[in-house]
């Protein structure tokens, strides 16, 4: 991997207003997305995790525009791609695609494969007739599908093969950043690892970057380098893979692996589960956006939002635990356990 960032992500934001009345004037809005910031480097997995709703796949989709942010910046390879106009826009897109959650209903059901794969080709101007049959022919052959499947109907597939044929389709322009949207949450788990390996086996061929964004924990781990936590529009917790699982700093992330079942039957892992419900993006509390679930509340964290900041080498956290207005860490959350038990 370079210094310099491949995706670098600052402050974004996506905000979808609320109408009310007769004349449908906005009375408020949905903060899918607040003030998020993260870089992603070249050749690496950063997989983004979090409970439904949180704003992983409005994020994804805001960092290729099918979704116009409502602030801040996505920088790709250096370019701010949020002041790119449609023409602009549309020759970056040759480098950064998207693999979408549900594979039947991202693919035309009145176009054959052969016609959906070739479509990004044409759009491109990467190759004329004959060359785009040939493309299509590697492509399918490359993620597992014979050439054949060109000339057959979306229908005519199982959930995994279509997934294999929406990887063609972004992997055909031969992309530098991949946007997977829960790529293998739709499909059965005997089919996931498949899927999972062959996204591996990809990306290390052609050298891909990925934003793996996902809502099992088990599928992030196995997949991703780095990973970062979203709650109610934010980022609370980033950090490489390994250090995160083995270590986790917010208490949000802490309750998430405690819910990972644990293979060996004789260990014994505690359970955290977390009390209430998550907050509405419309109307969130203030000051920290997870302090009326969390077990370890402190005064400060119902005024202030906490920033993410750097606890350990590259473990970032949001989390007033870990800031001096929240004293001694270790020492909170060890007299307030103290106090649960």
Known sequence: ????????????????????????????????????SFDVFEG????????????????????????????????????????????????????????????????????????????????????????????????????????????????QFSGGQRQRIGIARALIVRPKLIICD?????LDVSIQSQIL????????????????????????????????????GKIVELADRDDLYDRPLHPYTESLMSAVPEPDPDVKKERIVLEGDVPSPSDPPPGCPFHNRCPYVMDVCREKVPALEAVHVNHYAACHLHTEEGGDADASINHLKGEKA
């Open 182 to 186: 829960e790529p293998v949450s739709a």
């Open 44 to 155: 690496e997995v950063l997989g983004i995790v979090g409970e439904s709703g949180c704003g992983k796949s409005t994020t994804g989709k805001a960092l290729l525009r099918l979704i116009e942010p409502t602030a801040g910046g996505v920088h790709f390879q250096g370019k701010d791609i949020t002041t790119l106009g449609t023409d602009e826009m549309r020759k970056v897109r040759r480098d950064m695609q998207i693999i979408f959650q549900d594979p039947y209903a991202s693919l035309n059901p009145r176009h054959n494969i052969g016609k959906i794969l070739s479509e990004p080709l044409l759009v491109h101007g990467l190759a004329e007739k004959k060359e785009r049959t040939e493309k299509v022919h590697e492509i399918l052959r490359i993620v597992g599908l014979p050439p054949e499947a060109a000339d057959r109907y979306p229908h």
């Open 1 to 36: 991997m370079t210094d310099q960032p491949l995706l670098k992500v600052t402050n974004l934001k996506k905000y979808f207003p609320i109408k009310g009345g007769i004349l449908g004037r906005p009375v408020g809005e949905v903060k899918a997305v607040d003030d998020v």
């Open 197 to 232: 390996n062959l996204m591996e086996d990809l990306q290390e061929e052609f050298g891909l970057t990925y934003v793996f964004i996902a809502h099992d924990l088990s599928v992030v781990k196995h997949i991703s380098d780095r990973i970062a936590v979203m709650y109610l």
